[in-house]
């Protein structure tokens, strides 16, 4: 399963920076990994990853992609509490909703 996470375009876009400590302050323990297609935030013990949409270090678009057996407990919640802290919302077929 995939979550897909945005900044409202009203709002200024995440650097990376303010994404892993919205994500440190949670207890989680994520690790950026920057490659040549696309930049991943691991997190340490579990299995979902964040893709992360970045352009010079700032973030407007994430997808969280679950780890099995962790769709409805952690670290899912923390991620979402997480980029919901930093003004982001979800998207899914009705559009976008509010994180917290």
Do not use: C, N
């Amino acid at each position: 399963m995939e979550t897909q996470l945005v900044v409202p375009h009203s709002a200024a876009p995440s650097t990376i920076t303010q994404i892993m400590d919205a994500l440190r302050k949670e207890h989680l323990e994520p690790r950026h990994e920057a490659k040549s297609w696309g930049d991943w935030i691991h997190i340490y013990g579990f299995r979902s990853v964040i893709s992360i949409e970045a352009t010079g270090g700032v973030s407007h678009a994430a997808t969280i992609e679950h780890g099995e057996d962790e769709d409805d407990g952690e670290p899912i919640v923390s991620i979402l509490r997480a980029f919901g802290r930093l003004g982001w919302y979800g998207v899914d077929d009705d559009g976008e909703y509010p994180l917290r």
